[in-house]
């Protein structure tokens, strides 16, 4: 009993000196800062502060009446959301830490005697950086950032850091960049507004940021908590030679969720060598498996097995119907204002929609805001010159540029008296205006513009040109929210002018306007759950044509084709999500609604009847904007990635889609002044199903390697009858035929992205097949069984490599070998009547001869002194050094009774070029 007496006593005796020393408080602060609260608790109490000013300097506020309450509660309310912790001495004095945590063990070691509120019992451990000598003297390069509040509870596993990533110089969101932290190999990936998110454990960790054209730079992270930090970087302009021409980001290749994309950028293909010495990122890309050109002087690329018109073409964000000057031998894009070109041929995203086959989603630069930057190019056949123009220092900034040929001059001095009459030229401008209005808005606007003009030979110009412009908003609501909402309106026109000894002399123009708008939202959900959803429209207008007489003496009648029009309008939503560290998803969805509208006049045919003028039974009027046709459609995207180990993945995909507008052609290559129709009564949207699966891995020195299969299915495909023509056809529907089809393949790819030595080398093996058995002998060919498509072509190789002999030096190489287009021939005639007629293989049974060509290229740097006005860059090259006369088309004629084949190229010779670049 007394020993319990006497324990009693013990503790009644601690809980009066420990209430001495705890004294309550009763004290209203009312809007104060936190300096005002420290500096009225010591006016009006015994303690005592010891603290450093800008500590205090948040801006939070204190409102709130305190009765008999604790110091240790009062100092917790006020501290809390800040980055202050403190810790009570002896004596009411109390000493506040700016984030860390004074360690009662540590102090104590100073015989110090404390009664603090330290929990003891906490697993928590203290984090201090330990120097090396050469730490030391590197501390004023390596900054080191806290990151959340340090506490003495016991700690998560992993913490989460966000922020976003900013060129410093012109303010503008910096995407795809790699934040690396080697130690652990966790690493992040900033998306297109500069966001990144990474997890990291309790404790300090280096983060490498790294992208090509961006200075590389380390920063130390303590990472106490939860917290944000956004990176400000600046341009690497000592990268100016590029040593990876074509990359993917550094870990991405394994680790990303979407099968079947690559990216160009554009500043990274100035060595590989090209025809006149045009930069041109779209003759780049068909160098990867899997997309194809259909020959020299075609502008359409087919992506796995798709028709050209089956790409879409997008210039920040606006559609651009042909992106090439002079049948595709250069790209009507101005590489000097283009920062990259992403292109999607696996798994679509759920935000891009309206064509089967790929997107070609290009992105032009954002000036630079501080100070006046340019780049000037002089070459054989053109010029260009860009410049990026300050508006607003720091805020604004406009970046232009313009590019025109000078070719005319080479035409009048060859020898040919026919090409002498000959006349080619093309010019291009391009302006984009980028305002920063606060870390919340930007606004930016995009002009472009491009013309073409030629006359081969004849007494017929053609001319096409490109038009868009676009205004669009970002706005970032939180954190979690972000999105943007852009206007555009996008042209494509051409015109055909012929002036010839006779008296039908004509103009002929035709046009299409595409008017659109786009939501684009983003909600960061969790880690695990990420979303992208909105909403798009757009409206066509297509004028199919209209011929007009030209001079006084033409005889030409003047006719226009009534007007298309259509709306097609899209919701989507897509979802990434994390399962796990070793899989993860994305799943999408995009529903359209696509409507057919007035004016116009639509034939009803007889059903038991193949469509033709004999055939119509009805027509129905439509007024303005009236509703001819509706179509929808659900198109889903799903996509998978499982890791085997960190350098090594599994990816699957699968997706479907709807195609509303169709690109006319009986050509087996794309021309300028093919005609374009939308789907309506008569004439059904198209549609496909893909299915991918691949392989993924990395190997050491920057080496990746990947193999992906596709099988693709198509409905409704658009193909033409014999001797179909569409040029100011008012019924096109008597002349197509629609039906099935299938593409499948094999793509290898192994990729070097960095060293001396670097380059790619892609394999590709792909068929592709249509069916058109109708229900009428003129809807049939080939007896209804698949023939091969214009553009199927087995085998594709390509090798592309560039070596740095030293710093200012290299040497660089492009060969290409492909499988022969297929082809019809006529294989034999026979007489009726007195008349001879030709009878022909079926379709496509024959291949013209295969095409393969060597590029060579040295080029040459200039200095790499840092003070100076300009960087110059010479590039001397020589396309096809072989001087393989490879075919363009091959093509019958009959001569005396006698069936005469021959062969058209363009390009049957060595062709030399040198031109100069100026970059200040």
Not at 490 to 507: L, R
Not at 646 to 660: G, P, T
Request: one cysteine or more; aromatic letters at 12%.
């Amino acid at each position: 009993m007394r020993k319990r007496i006497t324990l009693l006593s013990v503790f009644l005796c601690f809980l009066q000196v420990y209430s001495q020393q705890q004294k309550n408080i009763s004290i209203t602060l009312s809007n104060t800062s936190i300096l005002e609260s420290i500096q009225l608790i010591e006016k009006n109490t015994s303690y005592q502060f010891f603290f450093i000013d800008s500590w205090l300097a948040s801006p939070k506020k204190v409102n709130k009446e305190f009765k008999n309450t604790t110091i240790d509660t009062l100092l917790r309310f006020i501290f809390d959301e800040t980055n202050v912790n403190y810790f009570i001495t002896e004596g009411n004095k109390i000493i506040l830490s700016n984030n860390n945590v004074i360690y009662e063990s540590v102090y104590r070691k100073q015989k110090v005697d404390v009664d603090v509120n330290i929990d003891t019992t906490s697993t928590s451990i203290p984090v201090f950086i330990a120097k090396s000598n050469f730490e030391k003297k590197k501390a004023n390069t390596i900054k080191t950032i806290k990151i959340g509040k340090e506490n003495n509870r016991l700690k998560q596993r992993k913490y989460t850091l966000k922020g976003v990533v900013k060129n410093k110089a012109t303010k503008a969101a910096i995407s795809d960049l790699v934040l690396l932290v080697r130690k652990t190999n966790t690493y992040a990936v900033t998306d297109k507004s500069g966001n990144f998110t990474i997890k990291l454990p309790h404790g300090i960790h280096l983060i490498e940021t790294i992208l090509s054209g961006i200075k590389t730079t380390k920063t130390r992270f303590i990472i106490y908590g939860d917290g944000s930090y956004n990176f400000n970087l600046s341009d690497d302009d000592d990268t100016l030679l590029n040593e990876v021409v074509v990359k993917s980001n550094r870990l991405e290749n394994v680790k990303s969720l979407v099968t079947g994309v690559s990216q160009i950028k554009s500043e990274k293909v100035k060595v590989v060598p090209q025809v006149l010495g045009e930069r041109n990122l779209l003759k780049i890309a068909t160098t990867l498996p899997g997309i194809k050109s259909a020959g020299e002087a075609s502008e359409g690329i087919h992506v796995r097995g798709g028709k050209s018109d089956q790409n879409l073409f997008l210039l920040d964000n606006n559609t651009i119907y042909n992106p090439t000057h002079f049948f595709g031998i250069f790209s009507a894009v101005n590489p000097f204002t283009t920062k990259d070109l992403k292109i999607y041929k696996g798994n679509i995203p759920a935000r891009y929609g309206g064509r089967l086959s790929s997107v070609f989603d290009i992105v032009s630069k954002k000036s630079d805001t501080e100070k006046i930057k340019g780049e000037m190019s002089l070459g054989l056949v053109s010029s260009n010159l860009s410049a990026e123009i300050p508006v607003v220092k720091g805020k604004s900034g406009l970046i232009v540029g313009g590019r025109s040929s000078y070719s005319n001059w080479i035409l009048r001095a060859l020898d040919n008296k026919e090409l002498r009459k000959s006349s080619a030229s093309f010019y291009d401008v391009i302006a984009k205006y980028d305002h920063q209005i606060n870390d919340n808005n930007s606004l930016n606007g995009t002009f472009f513009y491009s013309n073409d003009a030629y006359s081969i030979a004849s007494d017929t110009t053609n001319a096409y040109s490109n038009k868009l412009v676009s205004l669009k908003w970002a706005h970032k609501f939180n954190e979690k929210n972000y999105g943007s909402i852009q206007l555009s309106n996008s042209n494509y026109a051409f015109k055909i002018n012929f002036d010839g000894q006779t008296n039908t002399n004509f103009d002929l123009r035709y046009n299409i306007d595409e008017f659109q708008m786009n939501l684009n939202m983003n909600y960061v959900y969790s880690d695990k759950h990420k979303f992208n959803y909105g909403v798009a429209s757009k409206l066509y207008q297509i004028n199919p044509g209209v011929i007009e007489p030209f001079g006084n003496e033409s005889i030409v009648s003047p006719f226009t084709v009534p007007q298309e029009k259509a709306l097609e309008s899209s919701l989507f939503i897509a979802d990434d999500f994390t399962i796990n560290e070793k899989l993860s998803a994305s799943i999408g969805a995009r529903y359209t609604l696509y409507t057919s509208l007035g004016a116009s006049t639509q034939r009803i045919y007889d059903d038991t009847k193949p469509k033709s003028d004999a055939s119509v039974i009805a027509t129905q009027e439509f007024g303005n904007n009236e509703i001819q046709k509706t179509y929808n459609g659900l198109s889903l995207r799903l996509s998978t990635r499982y890791l085997l180990n960190k350098n090594l993945s599994v990816k699957a995909s699968f997706n479907n889609s709807y195609q509303f507008i169709h690109r006319l052609s009986n050509n087996a290559s794309a021309n300028p002044t093919d005609t374009w129709t939308l789907s309506n009564i008569n004439v059904k949207p198209q549609q496909s199903m893909q299915g991918a699966l691949g392989v993924y891995k990395n190997l050491p020195n920057d080496i990746e390697i990947s193999m992906e299969g596709y099988y693709r299915k198509y409905k409704n495909l658009v193909d033409y009858k014999v001797g179909a023509s569409f040029l100011l056809n008012e019924f096109i529907e008597t002349e197509i035929l629609q039906g099935p089809g299938e593409s499948y393949g094999l793509e290898f790819l192994l990729r070097k992205n960095s060293g001396k030595l670097n380059g790619w080398f892609g394999y590709n093996y792909s068929r592709s097949f249509i069916e058109l058995d109708g229900d009428f002998p003129e809807e049939v060919v080939n007896d209804g069984n698949p023939f091969p498509s214009n553009f199927d072509q087995p085998h594709d190789f390509n090798l592309v490599a560039n070596y740095k002999l030293t710093d200012r030096y290299s040497i660089s190489t492009n060969f290409t070998y492909q499988t022969g287009r297929p082809v019809t021939y006529p294989i034999g005639k026979y007489s009726s009547q007195g008349s001879e007629f030709i009878v022909f293989s079926d379709r496509n049974e024959f291949r013209i001869p295969d095409y393969y060509r060597l590029d060579l290229g040295v080029n040459i740097e200039g200095n790499h002194k840092l003070k100076k006005a300009g960087h110059s860059f010479w590039t001397i090259s020589v396309y096809n050094v072989l001087g393989r006369n490879n075919p363009y088309s091959v093509f019958f004629t009959t001569e005396d009774g006698v069936i005469q084949s021959y062969q058209s190229s363009i390009f049957s010779r060595p062709i030399p070029t040198i031109s100069y670049n100026l970059k200040f």
